[in-house]
């Protein structure tokens, strides 16, 4: 009994460790050291901002994420009375970036 208790806990731990470790990746250098690779998710993160930031004028400053999957991006961005002027696409798939000016209509639609 004692073993069948001992092999169970030892396998929750191991299952534990294998868990806990599933965001990062290890890659094994030539010196034997073992280096940790971020996620491409997180490496990725908000690289439309300075896009965005180059094709929407100064003074709006508020930004309201919408939805943010792993396929899509959405964001508001308006000023500082948070009156909603412009809204943001970004499709992660493809780096499809749209950029839609709410009064005005479509200002950007491209791949970066």
Same mark, same amino acid.
């Given at each position: 009994?004692?073993?069948?208790?001992?092999?169970?806990?030892?396998?929750?731990?191991?299952?534990?460790?294998?868990?806990?470790?599933?965001?990062?990746?290890?890659?094994?250098?030539?010196?034997?050291?073992?280096? +940790? +690779?971020?996620?491409?998710?997180?490496?990725?993160?908000?690289?439309?901002?300075?896009?965005?930031?180059?094709?929407?004028?100064?003074?709006?400053?508020?930004?309201?994420?919408?939805?943010?999957?792993?396929?899509?991006?959405?964001?508001?961005?308006?000023?500082?009375?948070?009156?909603?002027?412009?809204?943001?696409?970004?499709?992660?798939?493809?780096?499809?970036?749209?950029?839609?000016?709410?009064?005005?209509?479509?200002?950007?639609?491209?791949?970066?």
């Amino acid at each position: 009994m004692k073993t069948i208790l001992l092999s169970t806990a030892a396998g929750a731990l191991l299952l534990t460790g294998i868990y806990a470790n599933a965001g990062e990746a290890e890659e094994i250098t030539q010196n034997n050291e073992v280096m +940790v +690779v971020e996620n491409e998710a997180v490496s990725n993160e908000h690289v439309e901002l300075p896009v965005i930031q180059h094709q929407i004028p100064s003074g709006n400053d508020s930004v309201q994420v919408v939805e943010d999957n792993p396929h899509k991006r959405i964001l508001f961005i308006g000023d500082e009375i948070d009156q909603k002027k412009y809204k943001t696409i970004f499709i992660k798939d493809t780096n499809r970036l749209k950029i839609i000016d709410l009064n005005g209509g479509q200002i950007f639609n491209e791949v970066i």
